[in-house]
């Protein structure tokens, strides 16, 4: 038997999200860093953002600054300092999802060594197979990173001598690729599976904090190691971390797995209680998808979501499971976004164009 746990990464980080709030965090959806503010001895006192939803630019001041921008961090840092090496070697991952009676069990398969020498996972996950994943070094990073080829035959391959059938590209639901903030190596390691999977922490001449590398397993340490060197760099009060403690927005104890909106938790009664503002939100988006209309306005209400991807990607999670379904769900998405959005047809159209376009990257077989 092999432990380990599982778990939901967009939930996770939009449940941190509402923490954070609930701690007095002020969070800025859909902004971007376009630059640093230094003072007349090079020291960072502030960001310039842009509202990507409206163009506006903004100056916000801030005792320190902390990068935390994923594979993104040079590019932060090289607003600091134009000529700085790159930190991070962006590892691209990917993984496909496949009905479950590719393997029909509660179990999930761990392959201990593929032919490339890694590990392969086939483990279920919100009713589908998930499949994955790769290792490939990447010299480049962007927002939607895409499979390669060879990555997805690579685990059709080796899955295919393991499970019920071999599964073939028609049977893939999803396709998806994501981008590990790997430590750039600093002795010429190329091998991205010999690369540390630790964190790393730099502090700029300009008091500019970056922390990446890590894992989400760790991420409460590295968010302690994080605020005691911003304590520590910034002058701040010394407040002891208290991460190690604090329950997460919505945690509940047990939480009853089979009811397909335990992932609220605590939140659970606060959704069904829409179902009474407006009857109609009772109903299912989709006949084939177990996610209610009333799911859609709750993230629109408390979960900051703001376009139909938002809630198809990361608020749901049906393009990862399944992204034709996705696709014929985003104009109803978009119907009741919109309502509440107080957003007009124009935009529910320009929202379905814009998802479908991402969406396709998610298919591999055309219909
Ligand atoms: C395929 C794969 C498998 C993985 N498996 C595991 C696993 O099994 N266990 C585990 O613990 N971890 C795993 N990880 C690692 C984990 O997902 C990452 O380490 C984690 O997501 C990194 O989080 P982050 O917050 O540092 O960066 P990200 O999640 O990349 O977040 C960075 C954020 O910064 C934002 N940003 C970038 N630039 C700017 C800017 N200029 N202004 C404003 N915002 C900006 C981005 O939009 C993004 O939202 C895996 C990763 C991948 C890709």
Redesign the pocket.
Known sequence: MYH?GQFD?SRL?INLAQTAIEQSATLLNY????GLIKDTTNKIIG?K?TDTETGAGYQLKAKTVIN??????D??LK?DTPEKKPMVRP?????LVLDRSFLPAEDALMIPKTEDGRVLFAVPWHEKLLI????TPINSHS?E?VALDEEVDFILRTAGKYLTKAPTRADVLSVF?????LAAPQDGASKTKEIS?S?KLIVSASGLIT?????????RK?AEDIVDKTIEVGGLNNIPCKTASLSIHGSRPNPDRTNPMFVYGADIENVLALYKENPNWKNLVHAECSYTKGEVIWSVRNEMARTVEDILARRTRVLFLDARLAIEMAPEVAHLMAGELGKDAEWETAQVKAFNETAKNYILTPH
């Open positions: 380990d990464d980080a902004f971007k860093v376009t960001v953002a935390a921008t994923g594979v993104f961090v590019d932060v607003m590892s691209q991952g990917v993984h994955g994943t790769t290792d927002l990173p690729a994501g981008l590990r903030p999977r964190h922390i990446t590398g890590g894992k989400w397993t760790t991420y590295m």
